[in-house]
Structure formats: C-alpha cells, structure tokens
C-alpha cells in the first residue's frame, strides 16, 4: 500500500476497506471534513492537500474516452471553491478516499449523475433513479450530438444478460439485437461494464436487421457468439449495468440488473 497523507490515517481505522469494486452508501454517522481542493483529476476524483478523493457510487468516463473532458471541466466547475465538505465512507484500490461530496449544501455525487457527466454504481438506488432522469433526457454522455456524433445512434438493444451461468461464471453472455431495418456495422463498438475496468471491442461485422449477436466471456466462441475470453468473471451477480458504445463512444444500448 502506498503511503497515504495524514489526514486518511485517522480514516482508515473507522472505514472499511473495500473489497472489489462494491460500496455501501453513505452511514448516517461519518464523520464529515471541510477539505481544500488542490486539483481535479477527472470527472469522478480530485486531490486535496492531504490525499486524493472520489465520489462514491459513481464512475465518469476516462478522460481519453467520449465525455471524458467534459466530466472533468463539470467537476472541476462544481469544485471551484477554497473548501468543500466530504464525508468519507471507504478506501479504494488506490488508496483513494471514497466519499460523499457537498458544495454549498448540495450533493456533487448527485448533480454528476443527474446531470449526465457519470453513470450511477448499481448499489446506490438513489443515483440509479437520478440516472433514469438524465437518460431519458438524453443529458450530458446519454446525449446523441457528442464525441464527433452528429446523427442518430444506432437502434440496438440489451436482449438478454446471463450473469450467473452453471458452475463457475466462466461463460456468463450478453445478447445484442438489432431490431431496426437497416444493417449496423459493430466495428469499433465496445461493451463494457459499469466499473469501466472491463471491455469487450466487436471485430468488424454487420448485425442485420432484427439479427441478434451474442458475446460469451468464455474462450472458442463460434458462429454468432463472439469470445470475450475474458481470465475473470465479467458481470456481478449483485447488480450491474451492460454499456455498449457505438464507434464514437457514444451510449447507444444499456441496461441495467
């Protein structure tokens, strides 16, 4: 473990340490701390003079990826104050504190996510519904004119989630259809998880019209299964969301479980 400043030592005696990628929501009795912003990493972590912070229960895109400088440019906007308050519930992977963020009063986990500029983590109900908002209003990354897309995102859909097959998870499948009339041609198209740590990238091919394509985390897919072939599990079986992304990286299916 890395050497953590001071102000997380005191922390890590009260928090639990996260195993995974999965948190609680905030306790009522943390603690809360007025901290000073030194600098914004992304659109879902930034440093403090004493450690680095993320936002508990959401993940902004990478600031390479598709929205991923507008997330960033949001929160450095949110942040852009002497101090703001954080309540710490955790310690990720990397030694970052996990926290509930407020500004002014109000949440900047929340606004993330109800405005668009991060998905929501599948154990926080209260952000999966603040999702659902910002998705059907097509806000910030579930936008259509993004990331160099200018026209109408493919018509393509989650059919079906096999997230705890027979055995040992080695060949859990996502079903994408295509239920328009015209061709899509999935080169450059990514499914991926809500922990954005896994992902698969469609070779080149058509999906036909109401043709469906299934992709297997196991080895030796064939036919119209494609092997993720992935060395690990894929999907939690305690709740997820399946993203696919189109050439742009724009969020053209989605489905959450």
């Given at each position: 473990?890395?050497?953590?400043?001071?102000?997380?030592?005191?922390?890590?005696?009260?928090?639990?340490?996260?195993?995974?990628?999965?948190?609680?929501?905030?306790?009522?009795?943390a603690s809360t701390l007025s901290v000073q912003v030194t600098q914004v990493s992304d659109g879902d972590s930034f440093?403090?003079?004493?450690?680095?912070?993320?936002?508990?229960?959401?993940?902004?895109?990478?600031?390479?990826?598709?929205?991923?400088?507008?997330?960033?440019?949001?929160?450095?906007?949110?942040?852009?104050?002497?101090?703001?308050?954080?309540?710490?519930?955790?310690?990720?992977?990397?030694?970052r504190l996990l926290a509930e963020v407020m500004v002014d009063g109000v949440s900047v986990n929340q606004d993330a996510v109800a405005t668009g500029h991060a998905f929501a983590l599948s154990d926080f109900d209260h952000l999966v519904d603040l999702e659902d908002g910002a998705r059907e209003g097509g806000r910030g990354l579930w936008g259509a004119v993004i990331c160099g897309g200018t026209g109408e995102k493919s018509t393509l859909t989650i059919e079906e989630v096999d997230y705890n097959p027979p055995g040992n998870d080695d060949a859990e499948l996502v079903v994408v259809g295509n239920r328009?009339?015209?061709s899509v041609d999935l080169e450059g198209f990514v499914l991926r998880d809500e922990s954005s740590i896994n992902r698969f990238a469609f070779p080149r091919m058509?999906?036909?019209?109401?043709?469906?394509?299934?992709v297997t985390t196991a080895c030796g897919g064939t036919g119209d299964v494609l092997a993720w072939c992935s060395d690990q599990p894929v999907w939690n079986n305690d709740g997820d969301a399946v993203i696919l992304l189109d050439a742009f990286g724009r969020v053209v299916a989605f489905h959450r479980y």
């Open positions: 473990m890395r050497r953590l400043g001071h102000l997380w030592l005191g922390l890590i005696l009260s928090c639990s340490a996260v195993g995974g990628r999965r948190t609680q929501a905030p306790p009522t009795t440093r403090t003079t004493s450690g680095e912070v993320r936002l508990i229960g959401v993940n902004a895109p990478e600031r390479d990826e598709c929205f991923g400088s507008e997330s960033r440019q949001w929160l450095a906007g949110a942040l852009d104050t002497s101090t703001v308050e954080i309540t710490p519930i955790s310690i990720d992977q990397f030694d328009s009339t015209e058509a999906l036909e019209p109401h043709a469906i394509v299934a």
